[in-house]
């Protein structure tokens, strides 16, 4: 009988270890900085931005050049001014002064289109890139039965995670997922054994 009794009790407490393994929740992590590295169509979304910003670029660069032009313009004619001159020399001077702010003005006015421009362009491009990316991470996640994903890249600063300790890197499976090249470089990993900053 107590033999009987301590099978039942090696019994039920295998029954409830499997059961506390299988409520155990599953972790993996991924880099997405190496994700999105590995996708053409992140590098032609970040080529079309990158051409987009040189272009104002240019067109400001343009603008500028023109302002030191009428800048070093207008100091010359100062040079020239004298009390037989004044009145004409003065009012080419005030008009050149009243087209050089004007100028400055076109100049800040574009920067600031320009950099809203290249938002707006990024804002249209991005996002269904990182819906594309996000749908594989799921996908990944839920084939592999992971709760719980943290992504290790640099550009995700302080949300990210800063200490892993095994853990299932799903990096490539989600590229495998995306139909993206795996042989990017991989990220540097974090030396074994350093602690979470606080």
Do not use: C, W
Not at 183 to 190: D, M, Q, S, Y
């Amino acid at each position: 009988m107590r033999k009987l009794i301590n099978v039942l009790f090696v019994a039920a407490g295998l029954v409830l270890t499997a059961n506390v393994a299988n409520a155990q929740q599953k972790f993996g992590h991924l880099n997405s900085d190496d994700i999105f590295a590995s996708l053409p169509e992140a590098k032609t979304v970040s080529a079309t931005v990158e051409n987009l910003a040189k272009s104002k670029q240019a067109e400001i660069d343009k603008m500028i050049a023109e302002y030191q032009t009428k800048y070093k313009a207008a100091e010359d004619k100062q040079k020239t001014l004298s009390e037989a001159n004044k009145d004409v020399v003065g009012k080419e001077l005030q008009a050149a002064g009243q087209e050089i702010q004007d100028l400055a003005k076109r100049i800040e006015d574009a920067r600031t289109k320009a950099t809203k421009d290249v938002t707006d362009k990024q804002n249209e491009l991005f996002p269904p890139l990182q819906q594309k990316v996000g749908n594989a991470i799921a996908a990944v996640a839920k084939e592999k039965g992971l709760a719980y994903v943290f992504d290790t890249s640099v550009s995700q600063g302080f949300n990210s995670l800063v200490y892993s300790d095994g853990g299932e890197d799903i990096t490539a499976a989600v590229k495998a997922k995306l139909g993206a090249s795996t042989t990017a470089a991989p990220a540097a990993t974090k030396p074994a054994g350093t602690k979470p900053k606080q």
